[in-house]
C-alpha cells in the first residue's frame, strides 16, 4: 500500500507569515491528494483537492501545488482562525490513505 | 442542501457488533462514493472503508474481515457493519461522500461523526 507522510508533524508561526506543509506519497498518485482542515473539536473540512484546486468558499491565502509523489498546502498569511490540523490524503486508489497530519498553532 | 446524519453509535464489549448508519440528503448515495473515517481519541484520522457507486468495496487492512459496509439506495443510508469489535476500535467514526468524479473525487461531505466505545 502506498504510504503518505506530512512534514513537519508540528509547526508554530507568526501571524502574517508564509506557513508551507509538505506531504509525499510512497509512490506515485498522479494528482489524486487532497488536503483537508480540522479545527479542535470539528469536522474535518475539505481545503483542495486535485491536488491544487481550492474548494468553494476556501480562502484564497490557502494554496496547493505538486503531482506524483510531492505536494505542498501553503497557507500565504497565517491567521488566527488557521490554528488546526492539517491532513492530505490520496484517492487515486483504496486505501484512500490519510498523512499523520501537521498541527498548526500560533507563535 | 447536502447532510449526512450518522447514528448507531455506543458502548460495546470487546468482541461484540454495531451497526452505524449513514442517512444522506440532497444527494443519491449510490451515485456517489461513500466512506467512513474514524479518529481515536487524541490521533489522527485514518480512513477505514469505501464504497463505490458502482458497488465495489474496499476496507483498511485494520478492519478487513470485521466490517461491512453496504448501501440501501431506497433509503438513500450507508452502513457500517462492526464486528468483532475491539479496544483500538474506540473512535469518532465520521461518514464522508465524495461527490465529484475523477482526480477531483475528495471527500467534500461530511457528517457529523458518532462515537463507538469497545471497553468492557
Known amino acids: 500500500d502506498i504510504q503518505m507522510t506530512q512534514s513537519p508533524s508540528s509547526l508554530s508561526a507568526s501571524v502574517g507569515d508564509r506557513v508551507t506543509i509538505t506531504c509525499r506519497a510512497s509512490q506515485g498518485i498522479s494528482n489524486y491528494l487532497a488536503w483537508y482542515q480540522q479545527k479542535p473539536g470539528k469536522v474535518p473540512k475539505l481545503l483542495i483537492y486535485?491536488?491544487?484546486t481550492l474548494q468553494s468558499g476556501v480562502p484564497s491565502r490557502f494554496s496547493g501545488s505538486g503531482s506524483g509523489t510531492d505536494f505542498t498546502l501553503t497557507i500565504s498569511s497565517l491567521q488566527p482562525e488557521d490554528v488546526a490540523i492539517y491532513y492530505c490524503?490520496?484517492?487515486?486508489?483504496?486505501?484512500?490513505?490519510f498523512g499523520q497530519g501537521t498541527k498548526v498553532e500560533i507563535k | 442542501e447536502v447532510q449526512l446524519v450518522e447514528s448507531g453509535g455506543g458502548l460495546v464489549q470487546p468482541g461484540g457488533s454495531l451497526r452505524l448508519s449513514c442517512a444522506a440528503s440532497g444527494f443519491t448515495v449510490s451515485s456517489n462514493y461513500m466512506s467512513w473515517v474514524r479518529q481515536a481519541p487524541g490521533k489522527g484520522l485514518e480512513w477505514v472503508s469505501v464504497i463505490y457507486s458502482g458497488g465495489s468495496t474496499y476496507y483498511a487492512d485494520s478492519v478487513k474481515d470485521r466490517f461491512t459496509i453496504s448501501r440501501d439506495n431506497s433509503k438513500n443510508t450507508v452502513y457500517l457493519q462492526m464486528n468483532s469489535l475491539r479496544a483500538e476500535d474506540t473512535a469518532v467514526y465520521y461518514c464522508?461522500?465524495?461527490?465529484?468524479?475523477?482526480?477531483?473525487?475528495?471527500?467534500?461531505?461530511w457528517g457529523q461523526g458518532t462515537l463507538v466505545t469497545v471497553s468492557s
Open positions: 486535485a491536488a491544487s
Open positions: 490524503q490520496k484517492y487515486n486508489s483504496a486505501p484512500w490513505t
Open positions: 464522508a461522500s465524495a461527490t465529484r468524479g475523477g482526480s477531483s473525487r475528495a471527500f467534500d461531505y
